[in-house]
């Protein structure tokens, strides 16, 4: 018993250290589009804090819940295209998580619906989404710009690959492969060795991976001081770190405000936005709870099994249960978070790892919970230091630790899709493996998460019907959805 405890204990400092890098990307990212960096620091470690407990209480499940990567990336370059203010973009946001909610949710639909997509599609999505985090690591260094429109920043981007070279795309180029490659290697050993049994040994290089990932910012931070100089644009903390919140109710009354005042917030915009953002949010890190629950809670009798295997049905609450209590409360933190000024919260993908070292139950979620908790409090007690220690790390620092995740992503939406069968053995079965992630990473990359996902779903379809492979009604239904997504983005990029 208390070689488990112990052993969850660890899981859950590994899983609070492999995610805790979005206590600083959520703010650099969300403050581009406007949005009060202090504000979202605070929603995101409270959403982080409590759905990562309460799912590790309610849903006995190893998953970290916290504000996702692909989410907050659309919301920054949504309103960097569009032009909305952020209040806007926020009040749209919150009206999303709430359709998202009682409509999918609580009916207890999104598990249907994620059985039924294929997974095919959901590497499509997941290659969207590593491409708009590419871009934002571009952005957020400074490197490109944001907004505009998709050949203005192609533009951009050959104008930067033409010599002669500038010493900012060269840093993050090469700070970029240093992180990549060592974080590469700490879960290429994490994996062999879990692979030979070793799950302790194993535990220590995801560990260890974790903190390359998060000691690259203050690394890169005086690197890029010292090679740079130190005029490099800072992440900036406009109020009081900790409760710098405006209630509730005044932040609704300003974003109702600046929605009545914002008159680029046509209907168009809006339902782009909100079919975009109800996808991404129904996709993005794809039902982890359930993903985790369905190889550790199910048993023959129906009750959840602990972690020796043992069933007891009047005591433990039902696989069904446990799963529909993982995305209520997935739901319920990433509408608290966007309530107070953050970005919708997901299940994140690095806690299957958890499950590969034994822990099936609660206890790591619950452990992570309680250190994003106590970096609050941290916050609370010593405001003003911690304001300085964001104040002096420069935005390009972020760009190396932003650029391995996304490159971490795109592999997993590289995946080999079950739908091609003997893949390497035809031409169409390489098209169908890569073209249409290529272009969901390009277009997310140049232009915004909608016209990624659109994209590839598209070329998806219309290669699967030159294969003439069975296409299920919701397949056809994405394809009508991406083609009219498609070109509503066309007639307000002309008549903008």
Request: glycine content about 10%; proline content about 6%; hydrophobic content about 55%.
């Amino acid at each position: 018993m208390a070689a488990k405890f112990f052993r969850d204990v660890l899981v859950g400092l590994i899983l609070f250290v492999s995610c805790s890098y979005i206590l600083v990307l959520n703010p650099a990212i969300l403050s581009s589009a406007g949005f009060p960096a202090a504000n979202v620091f605070t929603a995101t470690v409270l959403a982080a804090g409590f759905g990562s407990f309460f799912m590790g209480l309610r849903a006995h499940a190893p998953s970290v819940v916290a504000p996702g990567m692909g989410l907050n990336g659309f919301i920054a370059s949504f309103a960097a295209v569009s032009g909305l203010k952020w209040q806007a973009v926020l009040l749209l946001m919150f009206v999303v998580c709430i359709i998202h909610w009682t409509l999918f949710v609580l009916p207890g639909s999104r598990k249907s619906f994620l059985e039924a997509i294929p997974q095919h599609l959901m590497d499509i999505i997941t290659s969207s989404v590593a491409g708009m985090i590419l871009h934002d690591a571009f952005v957020v260094g400074g490197i490109l710009p944001n907004g505009g429109s998709v050949v203005g920043f192609v533009s951009s981007l050959g104008s930067l690959l033409a010599p002669p070279y500038k010493p900012i795309p060269v840093f993050f180029l090469v700070s970029t492969l240093i992180v990549a490659g060592l974080y590469s290697v700490a879960r290429h050993q994490a994996e062999s060795l879990l692979a030979s049994g070793r799950r302790i040994a194993s535990g220590l290089f995801d560990l260890a991976a974790g903190l390359v990932l998060l000691g690259s910012v203050p690394v890169a931070a005086i690197a890029a001081k010292s090679i740079l100089g130190p005029g490099l644009p800072p992440m900036e903390l406009q109020d009081h770190v900790g409760f710098g919140l405006l209630p509730l109710g005044e932040g609704f009354h300003q974003a109702a405000l600046a929605v009545s005042h914002d008159p680029k917030l046509t209907v168009p915009w809006m339902v782009m936005f909100v079919l975009t953002a109800l996808f991404v949010l129904l996709i993005d890190a794809p039902g982890t709870p359930y993903l985790l629950l369905r190889g550790t809670s199910r048993s023959a009798g129906g009750g959840a099994a602990d972690t020796n295997g043992d069933t007891d049905k009047s005591k433990k609450p039902s696989y069904d249960v446990l799963v529909q209590r993982g995305f209520n409360i997935e739901a319920l933190a990433g509408l608290g978070s966007v309530a107070l000024q953050g970005s919708p919260a997901v299940c994140y993908a690095e806690s299957n790892f958890a499950k590969e070292l034994g822990a099936v139950r609660g206890m790591p979620a619950m452990v992570a919970g309680v250190m994003f908790l106590s970096v609050l409090a941290c916050a609370l007690l010593w405001p003003a230091a911690l304001r300085n220690l964001f104040e002096s790390v420069p935005l390009l620092s972020l760009s190396p630790l932003l650029a391995t995740i996304a490159f971490s992503v795109m592999i997993a939406g590289f995946g080999e899709p079950s739908s091609v069968k003997d893949p390497g053995k035809g031409t169409l079965d390489k098209v169908q493996r890569f073209l249409p992630r290529a272009l969901a990473v390009g277009g997310a990359f140049a232009g915004s998460l909608s016209i990624g996902i659109a994209l590839g779903i598209v070329i998806e379809f219309i290669v699967s019907r030159l294969r003439g492979q069975q296409i299920n009604g919701l397949f056809f239904a994405l394809f009508i959805l991406s083609v009219v997504t498609l070109a509503t983005i066309l007639v307000l990029t002309l008549f903008q």
